[in-house]
């Protein structure tokens, strides 16, 4: 006899019916695949469904102009800066999202929101009841602003996402930088050397907020971390008025008082700038306890000497 083969699907526990009545109502506005993908999800917790409902929700709130990238961009594309999605229209969805999926989404929650990606895993863990040990934490300029000692107009971070050893960031160039007007004279270009503070300034949020484990502290203040040095910096393309730099950092040594982070800079999904090395120096406050002696080494991951592996 031939050999039988078998396939399985990932499924999440069936949410609780409600009036299918109530659903074709919730989603008159959506495709009828987003209503019968909703429909069927309610009927086998399907969660191979999650994305096809929640892209056929946050169409309705997208211009036709942007329907294309939507559908074709895949999770990096943005809620805000790809579809221009308003608040209203946001809050919307999230509230159609909660009836077709049976689940409750907090206002707290929505801020770390910003893609389809981050939308369709915040869903599967919610279905699923499995919550990822390390989420992404965003913080909007508002708390970066109030958080760096880096302050305009010599703050190049308007936005940033952090996990345990890396983050994430971007500047949008305007134009109106004070420095563009002689850099240079009718030819406005972003400064390489202003890239890489920017991607500085981007390790030290993640520094501040986020401090490693080994490092047995909960922050660092403000005034005590200090750029010292950077390592194998390149610079690919320029950058003018408009180009909005995406930045990311990964630590990658941990020696008390130092650490040593890469950094990699993006403008549409080009690369741009990369540093292999961006060094940071911090002091702790008195009194603060260190490990490993005297010395306060830390080991990240089982690396020597603090190396990440």
Request: glycine share 8%; proline share 4%.
């Amino acid at each position: 006899m031939p050999e039988q083969t078998t396939t399985t699907r990932e499924t999440a526990p069936a949410p609780a019916r409600g009036s299918d009545e109530l659903l074709r109502e919730t989603l008159k506005r959506c495709s009828k695949e987003t209503l019968d993908a909703a429909i069927e999800f309610r009927r086998t917790g399907d969660v191979a469904l999650v994305s096809k409902i929640v892209l056929g929700i946050i169409e309705r709130a997208v211009e036709p102009d942007l329907v294309d990238q939507l559908k074709n961009g895949g999770d990096s594309v943005r809620f805000i800066e790809d579809l221009n999605i308003d608040s209203i229209d946001m809050i919307e969805a999230i509230m159609m999202v909660e009836e077709a999926m049976g689940i409750s989404i907090k206002n707290e929650e929505l801020i770390n929101l910003r893609s389809i990606g981050d939308m369709n895993r915040f869903i599967h863990e919610k279905i699923s009841g499995m919550e990822s040990s390390n989420k992404a934490q965003f913080f909007p300029f508002e708390e970066v602003a109030a958080i760096l000692p880096h302050q305009k107009p010599f703050l190049f971070l308007h936005e940033a996402s952090l996990e345990e050893h890396s983050a994430t960031g971007k500047y949008r160039i305007s134009g109106d930088e004070d420095f563009l007007e002689g850099h240079f004279k009718g030819n406005p270009v972003f400064p390489a050397s202003l890239m890489l503070e920017a991607l500085g300034q981007l390790a030290v949020f993640l520094l501040m907020k986020r401090p490693p484990e080994e490092l047995a502290l909960e922050s660092l203040e403000s005034g005590n971390v200090y750029f010292t040095g950077a390592d194998g910096v390149r610079c690919y393309r320029v950058c003018k008025p408009g180009d909005t730099l995406e930045m990311s950092v990964k630590l990658k040594r941990l020696r008390d008082p130092l650490a040593v982070f890469s950094g990699q800079i993006k403008v549409d999904g080009e690369k741009t700038a990369t540093a292999e090395e961006v060094t940071l120096a911090f002091k702790r406050e008195e009194g603060v306890k260190q490990i490993n002696g005297e010395n306060g080494s830390a080991t990240i991951g089982g690396g020597v000497n603090g190396s990440l592996e």
